[in-house]
């Protein structure tokens, strides 16, 4: 796991940092809520993993190859990519659904704010409707959000929470398109990298698709 990647934030997200890239550290986190106050999600999935060395090889510039075959459904990975975690997640039916019917809720439902390329620039926010790529670094201070399935209840998140992404530092909320919540700190969606598919299970972040 990377141990430097860039991140930035207050004092009382120091511990996040510290914990954010040590997978069990991060659980222990989550459960107890120790960062900025934020309440328990114990179902949160964390979406940070071990970087391969080949990945890491490449993450100073060049484009990133992602084998997408053992993604399964509501699954993801995370990759480096230029320093930064990049979250792959193979969304579900379900999933797709839920990123309907909640635009007034949210600060930029049509992704008008340049955070992802032309390509991306749709409800899912992507090439392929269930392969949804982001980088994980929350748009306020740049905490690692986490990934919290539909119907988790918890005080921190809307009592109808459709699924999606959390952010403990200072309680940002992301749908499943990283689209943010209004009135929440982070300012703007979730980063969606440039990418293009290789194949049906190759995917290249780094470079754009046509
Ligand atoms: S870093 Fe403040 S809400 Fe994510």
């Given at each position: 796991?990377?141990?430097?990647?860039?991140?930035?934030?207050?004092?009382?997200?120091?511990?996040?940092?510290?914990?954010?890239?040590?997978?069990?550290?991060?659980?222990?986190?989550?459960?107890?809520?120790?960062?900025?106050?934020?309440?328990?999600?114990?179902?949160?999935?964390?979406?940070?993993?071990?970087?391969?060395?080949?990945?890491?090889?490449?993450?100073?510039?060049?484009?990133?190859?992602?084998?997408?075959?053992?993604?399964?459904?509501?699954?993801?990975?995370?990759?480096?990519?230029?320093?930064?975690?990049?979250?792959?997640?193979?969304?579900?039916?379900?999933?797709?659904?839920?990123?309907?019917?909640?635009?007034?809720e949210l600060a930029d439902p049509q992704s008008l704010k340049d955070q992802q390329p032309a390509y991306a620039r749709n409800v899912a926010r992507s090439i392929k409707p269930e392969l949804f790529v982001a980088v994980g670094i929350c748009t306020h201070l740049g905490c690692s959000p986490s990934s919290v399935p539909q119907g988790t209840a918890n005080p921190s998140l809307p009592a109808d929470w459709a699924g999606g992404f959390f952010c403990p530092c200072h309680g940002s909320t992301f749908d499943g398109a990283g689209r943010v919540f209004k009135n929440k700190p982070a300012p703007t969606n979730l980063e969606v990298p440039p990418h293009r598919y290789a194949g049906e299970t190759r995917l290249l972040i780094g470079e754009d698709a046509a």
């Open positions: 796991m990377n141990s430097s990647l860039p991140l930035s934030c207050p004092a009382d997200c120091a511990s996040v940092h510290a914990t954010a890239n040590d997978p069990d550290k991060r659980r222990w986190l989550i459960a107890t809520g120790a960062a900025g106050g934020a309440a328990v999600l114990a179902t949160a999935v964390p979406l940070v993993s071990t970087f391969a060395p080949s990945e890491r090889a490449r993450a100073a510039g060049g484009p990133v190859e992602v084998d997408l075959s053992d993604i399964p459904p509501g699954g993801a990975k995370t990759v480096e990519w230029r320093g930064k975690p990049v979250w792959v997640m193979r969304r579900t039916p379900e999933m797709l659904a839920a990123l309907q019917g909640h635009d007034a």
